[in-house]
């Protein structure tokens, strides 16, 4: 009796996919189709041959190797001439050329100087404008300062450079990812036709040189992974060690760059974990693996990134405006500081004019001025603050707490101040004592306010402090720059330190000073003597105790983290929030305000930031429908399957890094710029390349014959570069400049453009 014929089962409603047969092995995981029926399937009875799957244009496949050179060389032709293209146009300081230009000069005279990023992108602009002739004497004050004959181009050039090569980075890494030249060039066009990054790249900007390094790790990272099936190979070698050092290119430029660190250690605990995984791999040849990371993607970029500031460091050896952001000890070793080769009175004696640092990083000098607190601001009487700056107002002159005696009588003899002795503190600039009492501090909540008080050196009780050594013993003297020292206010038994908080307009933007009832010993409470002024007392030379290249490395760090978390917006500068950015919310002012300036306004390219964040969520929408298709048993075709591992793994890792450089914005408590967004943009950009190079393929399968779904393809493809250029051309003048009447103004090559209020030209 003949078996009955087995159901067919449902036909799938998705072209290209196929339901795996009920019960077979394996039905949920990825399979080919079957290549043939010259084996027999000893499970269920054979069903019916099905139908031909239908197949996707042959653009899915790997591109020819032929038209690759060719596409490489357009995409770095369009680069450059985008990015070069009216270089030196304004011929004036535009935006933060104030700052890394003035820095780059700083490099070539050799002058220290203090920033809240690390030195890297700075010395780089240096060696750019020394290389091409600029002298170093500009002094970027402002901007809209002209250049004259200064030697500007130099500098905008290398910066422009670096945001060329950003472009083949970028096209080279979705090439690597996705095998598919079409989302490659669509990622460039993204990129060449955007007007923000044309004007990020054109100026004397730090962000250039960090995208560079930043895609520089994404690529080696992604091309070392290509190479996983040729482990210890010559070129697996060299694309991790270039991940290592482009790894600490972009820590030194901007602490953002640990965004990309991130990313790229994440990768590296997924491929040691499958490698940990592979039960054919002995635990010797994983040890191998692990101490390759640890060699080039750990100690290598650690020691590449400490040599950056041992050049720093070695460079910089002259006095300039960063000296009070940094210990006493530090500034010794700077020539020309008043703290190099010093030779001042040893121990301090009454009648002594001296100056006090705080020892917590960044601590300041002790300041007063003539101002007064506010009303409302504890009681109406002189300011005192910590002031980073060496300063005429930082002076005062020790005297004794229960004699008015002058001093500087040659006559009287010294007596030199001891540990435990009560002092008064007279400010020498205004002649008013060092004085707190019970009010609150301005901003300090449980902490008391000091202020300075009195009339020519006459005040109260509330004028006394107990001065004592830390780990000194009564009757001890006090030495410059050794001796750390705290004050304990008499009356109240408070201790006088510097909270680090910074004081508003009012304060002149200085640290907060206050006298705190808690009497934990910290370095906010903490000071030591530095300027020695005693004529009666000789002078001697104090070989200061140079701290270690490791103590100046740590000591920096922690000055520019807290410069960092203290940054604060300038009058009248457009600030924004992580929000904002992904639509393209608000610009930001590079050159110009009035109708008669040359006008240059930072700005992305609205069609392609918007085409950008469309892509996102698209992009989810297709990784949810393929993750539920794979859940469902449903089987892939082999064009489908290079799809959907293009999506998942290629384009999951584009997400990553998205994400990490996006979403830490929302947790910072510093100030925040537009610009800080483009890192993340570079990531959504080559998603979008991969998505709708995925979707276009995706949709011409359903056309039959494949010469047909090519057509579909191709049109897909030339309308998005059409869209994106035609859109670069209503925009272009956001980046190259404009000059004439606003976009309100039906004249204006803007006019009708501005299609958001918050856009601000």
């Known amino acids: 009796m003949r078996a009955p014929r087995p159901v067919r089962p449902p036909r799938t409603p998705y072209p290209g996919l196929r339901r795996s047969r009920p019960g077979a092995a394996g039905s949920t995981a990825l399979r080919m189709p079957a290549a043939g029926r010259g084996q027999a399937d000893p499970g269920p009875p054979r069903q019916r041959e099905p139908r031909q799957p239908r197949r996707l244009p042959p653009h899915s496949a790997a591109s020819p190797a032929a038209a690759r050179p060719a596409a490489l060389a357009l995409v770095i032709l369009l680069s450059f001439?985008?990015?070069?293209?009216?270089?030196?146009?304004?011929?004036?300081?535009?935006?933060?050329e104030t700052h890394f230009g003035k820095m780059g000069s700083y490099y070539i005279n050799r002058t220290f100087f203090f920033d809240v990023h690390p030195p890297l992108g700075k010395m780089l602009i240096g060696l750019a404008g020394y290389l091409s002739g600029y002298d170093?004497?500009?002094?970027?004050?402002?901007?809209?300062d002209r250049y004259e004959q200064h030697n500007y181009v130099g500098m905008r050039g290398f910066c422009a450079f670096l945001g060329s090569c950003l472009v083949p980075l970028v096209y080279l890494t979705v090439l690597e990812l996705s095998k598919s030249l079409p989302a490659a060039l669509l990622t460039?066009?993204?990129?060449?036709?955007?007007?923000?990054?044309?004007?990020l790249s054109q100026y004397i900007l730090l962000d250039p040189i960090l995208m560079f390094f930043l895609m520089g790790?994404?690529?080696?990272?992604?091309?070392?992974?290509?190479?996983?099936?040729?482990?210890?190979?010559?070129?697996?070698?060299?694309?991790?060690?270039?991940?290592g050092v482009s790894l600490a290119g972009a820590m030194g430029v901007k602490f953002v760059g640990l965004f990309v660190v991130l990313l790229v250690g994440l990768n590296t605990m997924h491929d040691l974990w499958d490698l940990l995984g592979n039960l054919s791999l002995s635990l010797v040849m994983f040890g191998k693996h692990l101490l390759a990371r640890v060699l080039c993607l750990i100690l290598l970029p650690v020691a590449l990134y400490t040599a950056v500031f041992a050049v720093h460091f070695t460079v910089l050896n002259k006095s300039g405006p960063g000296d009070g952001f940094f210990s006493s000890a530090f500034q010794s070793q700077l020539?020309?500081?008043?703290?190099?080769?010093?030779?001042?009175?040893?121990?301090?004696?009454?009648?002594?004019?001296?100056?006090?640092?705080?020892?917590?990083?960044a601590g300041g000098y002790l300041h007063s001025h003539w101002h007064l607190y506010p009303e409302g601001v504890g009681a109406r009487q002189q300011q005192v603050t910590a002031y980073l700056h060496k300063d005429l107002n930082n002076f005062w002159i020790i005297k004794k707490h229960d004699s008015d005696t002058d001093l500087s009588d040659p006559s009287i003899p010294v007596e030199f101040v001891r540990h435990g002795d009560i002092i008064r503190l007279e400010h020498k600039e205004t002649s008013r004592n060092l004085h707190s009492h019970q009010h609150e501090a301005p901003l300090t909540?449980?902490?008391?306010?000091?202020?300075?008080?009195?009339?020519n050196g006459t005040g109260d009780s509330n004028d006394f402090w107990r001065i004592e050594v830390v780990g000194r013993k009564a009757e001890k003297l006090i030495r410059v720059l050794r001796s750390q020292v705290r004050l304990t206010h008499v009356a109240t038994g408070c201790i006088l330190g510097s909270s680090g908080k910074i004081l508003p307009k009012w304060g002149w933007e200085q640290l907060e000073v206050t006298c705190t009832p808690y009497l934990k010993e910290t370095p906010n409470s903490l000071w030591n003597f530095e300027d020695h002024i005693n004529p009666k007392l000789p002078n001697i030379s104090l070989d200061v105790l140079k701290p270690s290249f490791a103590e100046i490395l740590l000591e920096s760090h922690m000055v520019m983290i807290q410069g960092n978390t203290a940054l604060k917006p300038k009058d009248n500068e457009v600030t924004s929030k992580p929000w904002h950015w992904p639509i393209n919310y608000q610009g930001l002012r590079f050159s110009g305000v009035n109708e008669t300036d040359y006008r240059v306004y930072l700005l992305g390219n609205p069609v392609i930031w918007w085409l950008n964040l469309i892509t996102i969520g698209l992009y989810l929408l297709i990784t949810v429908f393929?993750?539920?298709?794979?859940?469902?048993?449903?089987?892939?075709t082999s064009e489908l399957k290079e799809l959907?591992?293009?999506?998942?793994?290629?384009?999951g890792q584009i997400m990553l890094g998205w994400l990490l450089h996006y979403l830490p914005f929302f947790m910072m408590g510093r100030v925040l710029y537009f610009h800080h967004y483009f890192p993340a943009m570079l990531f959504s950009s080559m998603l979008t390349g991969i998505t709708w190079d995925t979707l276009l393929k995706f949709f011409a399968g359903f056309w039959t014959p494949s010469a047909t779904a090519r057509k579909v393809y191709g049109a897909g493809f030339l309308a998005l570069v059409l869209l994106i250029i035609y859109s670069f051309y209503l925009f272009h003048p956001l980046s190259y400049g404009i000059v004439g009447p606003m976009a309100s103004d039906p004249s204006s090559p803007m006019a009708g453009l501005r299609w958001m209020d918050s856009w601000e030209f």
Request: net charge positive; glycine share 8%.
């Open 217 to 243: 790790a994404v690529l080696s990272m992604v091309k070392c992974n290509s190479c996983a099936d040729r482990p210890f190979s010559a070129s697996w070698w060299f694309w991790m060690s270039l991940t």
């Open 81 to 96: 001439a985008s990015r070069f293209h009216r270089l030196a146009e304004p011929p004036h300081v535009c935006w933060d």
């Open 445 to 455: 909540r449980k902490h008391f306010q000091v202020t300075a008080y009195g009339i």
């Open 335 to 361: 020539i020309g500081n008043n703290l190099h080769n010093i030779s001042v009175p040893e121990h301090l004696a009454y009648g002594s004019v001296v100056t006090m640092k705080n020892l917590r990083m």
């Open 136 to 144: 170093g004497t500009f002094p970027f004050q402002k901007p809209g």
């Open 644 to 651: 959907s591992r293009v999506v998942l793994r290629g384009g």
């Open 188 to 199: 460039a066009f993204l990129l060449i036709f955007d007007t923000g990054c044309i004007t």
């Open 626 to 636: 393929t993750a539920v298709a794979l859940k469902r048993g449903v089987q892939l």
